[in-house]
Structures are given as structure tokens and as C-alpha cells.
């Protein structure tokens, strides 16, 4: 093994130590602060705050990052003086700003865009597409949203940017709840769909609002519905969702609506 091969694994090594501990490092710090800071500030503001800073957490790893593999390409002499050369002429910059903002790694540059000016908080509640529910994670590829069904969808930065979002929590904070459910392809959908309305009423302790039923699917011997409804805000999705389920086959299956 080379010196030059020797010292760019010793660099490898430290600087990838180096970002392990600069990132719990941050953790710590970001998470305190965010703490007192919810203390005595409206939750919405820790909310912001909370976003920005794992955002920004996000970007200073990332910079960390570039500057670990620079620093191992500049131990070789053919990737030193092509390094050197980049510097400074200015085309590293120019390179760095157009990966970040090109598609698809402008998913980058979107998910600054979007801790800088948070139309989506971490702990809301949004619909993207076809996409509902709690905006778990924000990184600098994508959004980790929990879908009310207790599904994790992975949605890019990008189409957050580009797309329609509606933000829930700001105006209706309720938990959006729908399951699909079969029915056989010769009954009456307008029979099922009085059955199914007449038992969601209420579900558990939770009191649906708006419950609609709406014809989702339509195989050779299946008609599939989707039931649907909002429950309160801090509703547990998964359970009512479930026991929604149970009710609605339930009610079908008394009145012989099922497929065989």
C-alpha cells in the first residue's frame, strides 16, 4: 500500500468520524434548544422552528460531506490539480449550483426551499397528490410523510415545490380515514352505499364527518367502495380505520351484499 493510498484512508476515516459526531453533536444541540424554545413560544413556532433547524442540520452534513471527499481527492496528484484547477476558476461553484438545483437532484434545492420558506412543518398534516397524512421527516431528497392508512410515502422535494399542497394543520386538523371495502357486482350500489353510511356514523369514539361512499374500482365479480370520513384531530387513524373496516363488512354481509 502507498503512502498517497495510506493517507487517504486515514482521511477517510477521520472525516467520516468527524461527521458521525458533528451530526449527534447537532442533534443534541438543535433538539435542546428547540425544547426551551417550545417552552414558552406557541407550539406553531416550534413547529417552524423544529423544521428549519433539521433542514438545516441536513445542509451542514451535506457541506461537511463535500469537503471529506475533496479532501481525499487532493491527496492524489492527478485529482489534486483537477481539484485546484475547478477552485479556481470558478467552476466548482458553477457545477455545485447546477447539480443542486437539476432534476432530479434539484430535489436538493427543494428541500432548502422548503425549510426556508416552510409551507410544510414537520407534524402536519398535508395532502400532495394523492398522498394524506403527517409529515414525519424532511431531507434533502424527499418528505417522509405517514399516510393516514399507516403507510410511509416517500414524496420528492421537488413535487412539494411544484405541486398543490394543502396544509391541514392549519385550518382542519382532522384525521382523514378511508377504507375500501368489495361488493358483489350484481347488488345495488345504492343499497351499499345506505348500508355503509348508516354504520359509520360512529366508529369507536370517534365521530365521523362528511362520510361519503364512493365507487373506487369495478372488477369481473366485485364492485370495490371506498368509505371515507374525517375524525377528530389525535383520532388513532389505524384503529378506527380497522374497526371501519369490521363494521362496513359487517353491515354487507347481513344484507347479503358480498361477493361470493
Do not use: C
Not at 58 to 68: D, E, H, P, T
Amino acid at each position: 500500500m502507498s503512502d498517497r493510498t495510506r493517507d487517504a484512508i486515514v482521511t477517510a476515516v477521520i472525516g467520516l468520524a468527524a461527521l458521525v459526531i458533528l451530526r449527534l453533536v447537532l442533534g443534541v444541540v438543535f433538539d435542546h434548544y428547540v425544547d426551551r424554545v417550545a417552552a414558552r413560544r406557541p407550539p406553531d413556532y416550534a413547529a417552524r422552528l423544529r423544521t428549519r433547524l433539521a433542514v438545516l442540520r441536513k445542509v451542514i452534513i451535506a457541506f461537511v460531506l463535500v469537503i471529506v471527499v475533496w479532501s481525499v481527492l487532493e491527496v492524489f496528484p492527478a485529482t489534486e490539480q483537477l481539484a485546484r484547477t475547478l477552485l479556481a476558476s470558478g467552476a466548482f461553484i458553477a457545477l455545485v449550483i447546477g447539480v443542486a438545483f437539476s432534476v432530479p437532484l434539484g430535489n436538493i434545492g427543494a428541500g432548502i426551499l422548503l425549510g426556508l420558506s416552510q409551507p410544510v412543518r414537520i407534524g402536519d398534516r398535508i395532502s400532495v397528490g394523492d398522498v394524506t397524512g403527517t409529515a414525519e421527516e424532511i431531507t434533502l431528497i424527499y418528505t417522509v410523510v405517514r399516510t393516514d392508512e399507516g403507510r410511509t410515502a416517500f414524496v420528492p422535494n421537488s413535487q412539494m415545490v411544484t405541486s398543490t399542497v394543502v396544509n391541514r394543520s392549519l385550518e382542519d386538523p382532522r384525521r382523514a380515514v378511508s377504507v375500501r371495502l368489495p361488493v358483489a357486482i350484481t347488488a345495488s350500489v345504492d343499497h351499499a352505499r345506505r348500508v355503509l353510511l348508516d354504520t359509520v356514523g360512529e366508529v369507536g369514539e370517534a365521530h365521523l364527518e362528511g362520510a361519503s361512499v364512493l365507487v373506487a374500482d369495478v372488477g369481473e365479480r366485485t364492485t370495490w367502495l371506498t368509505v371515507g370520513g374525517f375524525a377528530p384531530p389525535g383520532s388513532p387513524v389505524e384503529r378506527v380505520a380497522a374497526e371501519l373496516r369490521e363494521r362496513g363488512l359487517a353491515a354487507l354481509a347481513g344484507e347479503g351484499l358480498l361477493p361470493q
